[in-house]
């Protein structure tokens, strides 16, 4: 039960908040934490959660066919780490429900806590918490780091982490920025970067495409909004420049081209269904940020503007 002296009254009233969202993971953390390293996908991956000095989760799921016997999985957890740090025959773990999640949002989650420190290097020591959730079927093994002070900080986290999302759309949030998509849309690859994030999903025959450029006043220094997201267009399809539509977008510059049929020129795509496009591109100056959406499906039923109404990407408002 070395969970248990943990307690919530004594967090930091200063820390400010915010939430990270990710494959359906969302948790509250203070301002500082963000996505240290991921990797994998939907069913089986991994998110590193960092401070500005160290590590303070590591969360790694699995779905299995079948449900597993959760403590093995947790067993082969703790396999690897003391391989890691070579812990030799000098590893101590200990397994115990932790009383702390059972009153929280996680009651009737099978889990499992556990502690492995090593017998004589005492400062060698990882706890954590594994879990199976029958909702989405997935296996979680989520590794804490926090010092003593830092106790009730990281309760406050672990509660607030959620492993599946509950209603029709999936939050992503990392770094400064947050989009809410329709959650049957999967993320195909990412890049991660404070200048430039981009993120591709997929959905069945359906592409989205979500990007935010940073330092928006360097990139515009040179000509204004219109004339710089002609660029993108052209990028796309050289054919865009001239059809995407100056509209106003929660009072920013935007351009915007709705069902969209792109004139298919090459004989490659002779005899493939017809694709439909959506993009919005607008330029948000409080935050000093360019986002670009861009839905486009096969076939011409309209569903590209539903799932454009239904993408919510945060710029200066809440
Ligand atoms: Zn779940
Ligand atoms: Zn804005």
């Known amino acids: 039960m070395y969970f248990e002296n943990m307690s919530e009254n004594t967090v930091n009233p200063g820390n400010t908040e915010k939430m990270i969202a990710w494959y359906g993971f969302t948790m509250t953390v203070p301002q500082d934490w963000d996505i240290g390293a991921f990797s994998g996908n939907y069913d089986n991956g991994y998110l ?13 799921w699995q779905t299995f066919k079948k449900k597993p016997n959760l403590r093995l999985v947790v067993d082969n957890f703790i396999k690897r780490i003391v391989k890691q740090f070579k812990f030799g025959k000098k590893a101590k773990p200990e397994f115990g429900a932790i009383r702390w999640i059972d ?3 996680w009651t009737g989650v099978e889990q499992i806590g556990f502690k492995i420190v090593h017998l004589k290097k005492t400062h060698l020591k990882f706890e954590g918490v594994g879990f199976h959730c029958s909702g989405c079927n997935k ?3 989520c590794q804490l780091y926090y010092t003593q002070e830092e106790q009730p900080l990281m309760l406050k986290v672990i509660r607030s982490l959620r492993d599946h999302v509950q209603g029709d759309k999936a939050p992503w949030a990392i770094l400064d920025f947050h989009a809410d998509i329709p959650k049957e849309f999967r993320l195909d690859n990412c890049e991660v970067k404070s200048a430039f994030l981009q993120m591709n999903f997929s959905a069945g025959k359906a592409k989205l495409r979500i990007a935010r450029w940073g330092l928006a006043d360097v990139l515009l220094r040179k000509m204004p909004f219109y004339d710089w997201s002609k660029g993108v267009m052209k990028s796309l399809y050289h054919e865009l420049a001239e059809k995407a539509v100056q509209v106003d977008f929660r009072g920013h510059q935007a351009v915007e081209l709705l069902n969209y049929k792109p004139v298919k020129k090459s004989f490659l795509s002779k005899g493939q ?9 607008w330029y948000c100056p409080e935050i000093n940020r360019i986002f670009l959406t861009e839905i486009r499906v096969d076939g011409n039923d309209g569903i590209a503007g539903k799932f454009m109404e239904q993408v919510r990407v945060v710029c200066h408002e809440q």
């Open 48 to 60: 590193r959660i960092d401070d500005r000095f160290s590590v303070k989760l590591g969360i790694k």
């Open 139 to 141: 296996t979680v093994v």
């Open 103 to 105: 009153d929280t949002q």
């Open 273 to 281: 269904p017809e694709e439909s496009l959506n993009i919005k591109l």
